[in-house]
């Protein structure tokens, strides 16, 4: 059976259809896609991704440790900011993209995938150094993700002490909604501004209800996985297993700007990924539009402009709502990923003609 | 709640029919849209196109979902709904009127005899 949430009746109270995702019964929409994707462009939505996991970082050597095992340099992070890594294995594949938030240099916190849970602790566990101690917490929080351009004051009017003052990618410790020892966090996966607020499970619900009931006046509403999908995706984040996986390295995936080669200490993967560098990227993901009649997905395969020969390859796709476009996430061969070149989709053994486009496909407002 | 006309039948691949004479009218049913949520992209044959019972003759996209639409009885499809293929989304207001997709010219009117009542399809959509 499925792993359930806190807030898995509170889902099924307010009529959500409910999915299986990476083994969770998770909400996939409530009311419908297109409504709760134009909530959170517009006005204010609530998402439940306790489905994510959690693992504290603590000691003396907390630092040095994960700065090991992550692509990021968290030299760069200051305490009280977030910053998204990835951890790769030797290869310089993918094992998991994650965002690192930084008490301080004896004790950060990191958010992973909920496919990561296990996965990421274990790798992290096996890098331990004396000193550094890393620890499970996946299921001593819940996750309650707040996006939009009403989100912020929406949050912070229940947040004490207040937390409107930061910027993204920086996080607060407050009381939200009476809740004690949240972690209030400016970051998101929509594109929009907004926070994430990790809780305790036990009040999750009572977090959940009472920002609905404060966001009535907004129109705050809870929305699935399938808007939380469809917004990442008109501002190209990567989804871990779709976009990027252990067998892309972050160079290809297009996360150039979170691999610092040249970082005091090195990471795991860093000289094969500084060898792809330097040998030039045979693929990357690039951004698709198509011109033809028809919607990308996943797995679809990309060839050259009236080429037969598949060559690439789909990771993700949608109608964007906002540009009521067919927009796509692709693997295609580095002469086929200059923004203008023209390629086909297969869609259902036909041919759909696309064009590689510059990514984001809509532009974030998250805060400056 | 979903209404079911009487005056349709049904395929328990959640298709509908309104018989006229020799000719079907096709759409999906008020559960299959429900189910595929908000409906983005509609794929239909070139009228002239002949249609076998069963077998898929065009497909229906939500945001999240790609569905084939299968045929409920054989024939030549003599007109196909343009004005939703621009417009798909007509789809989730009005299943079971402006949501037709095609005219089928029945080959053989008796397959409609297999055809599920309203009755007979809500009762499946219990189980």
Redesign the interface.
């Known amino acids: 059976m499925a792993l359930r949430t806190p807030l898995y009746q509170a889902h099924l109270d307010a009529g959500a259809?409910m999915v299986e995702f990476a083994g969770w019964d998770m909400p996939?929409?409530y009311k419908?896609?297109?409504e709760e994707h134009a909530a959170v462009r517009e006005g204010c939505g609530l998402f439940d991704v306790s489905h994510m996991g959690e693992i504290l970082v603590t000691g003396p050597r907390a630092l040095e440790a994960l700065q090991r095992l992550v692509t990021n340099d968290l030299s760069k992070c200051k305490d009280g900011q977030a910053q998204y890594s990835a951890l790769c294995n030797e290869q310089g594949f993918v094992i998991d993209d994650i965002i690192v938030y930084r008490f301080s240099a004896d004790r950060l916190f990191v958010c992973v995938n909920a496919t990561g849970r296990e996965k990421d602790f274990a790798w992290m566990k096996a890098h331990e150094l004396e000193g550094s101690h890393f620890e499970q917490q996946s299921d001593a929080w819940a996750q309650i993700a707040v996006q939009g351009p009403k989100a912020a004051a929406l949050v912070d009017s229940l947040c004490a002490p207040h937390v409107i003052d930061l910027a993204n990618y920086h996080f607060r410790v407050a009381v939200v909604a009476g809740i004690p020892d949240c972690i209030a966090a400016r970051t998101g996966y929509t594109g929009e501004d907004g926070f994430e607020i990790f809780c305790a499970p036990a009040r999750a619900h009572e977090l959940w209800n009472k920002l609905l009931d404060a966001g009535r006046s907004v129109g705050a509403m809870p929305c699935g996985l399938?808007a939380r999908?469809?917004l990442r995706l008109e501002v190209a984040y990567r989804l871990y297993g779709n976009d990027m996986d252990d067998a892309h390295t972050p160079l290809e995936a297009g996360l150039g700007w979170i691999v610092k080669l040249d970082k005091a200490g090195g990471f795991i993967g860093a000289d094969a990924l500084r060898a792809q560098k330097s040998a030039g990227l045979s693929r990357k993901l690039v951004g698709l539009k198509l011109t033809g009649?028809?919607?990308a997905?996943h797995g679809y395969p990309v060839r050259a402009q009236g080429s037969s020969d598949s060559v690439g390859v789909v990771t993700s796709g949608?109608?964007s709502?906002r540009l009521k476009e067919?927009i796509a996430l692709a693997y295609v061969p580095t002469a086929l990923a200059a923004e203008g070149t023209l390629v086909d989709v297969e869609i259902?053994g036909k041919p759909v003609a696309a064009v590689v486009v510059k990514t984001p496909f809509v532009p974030p407002s998250t805060k400056a | 709640m979903a209404q079911y006309p009487e005056t349709l039948r049904y395929t328990k691949d959640h298709e509908w029919a309104r018989i006229d004479g020799n000719v079907a009218v096709v759409g999906i049913t008020f559960f299959a849209k429900d189910q595929l949520?908000?409906v983005?992209?509609l794929?239909l044959p070139a009228e002239g196109t002949v249609v076998k019972r069963g077998d898929p003759f065009g497909?229906v996209?939500?945001?999240?979902a790609?569905s084939e639409l299968f045929a409920p009885v054989s024939g030549r499809v003599v007109k196909i709904n343009q004005a939703l293929v621009d417009a798909p989304d007509g789809i989730n207001d009005d299943p079971h009127g402006k949501g037709w997709m095609v005219e089928i010219m029945m080959s053989t009117p008796a397959e409609t005899a297999d055809l599920l009542t309203s009755e007979q399809y809500e009762a499946g959509l219990a189980h």
């Open positions: 259809r996939v929409q419908g896609l297109l399938g999908d469809s009649k028809g919607i997905r949608t109608m709502p067919p259902r | 949520g908000d983005v992209f794929e497909v996209e939500s945001t999240k790609v």
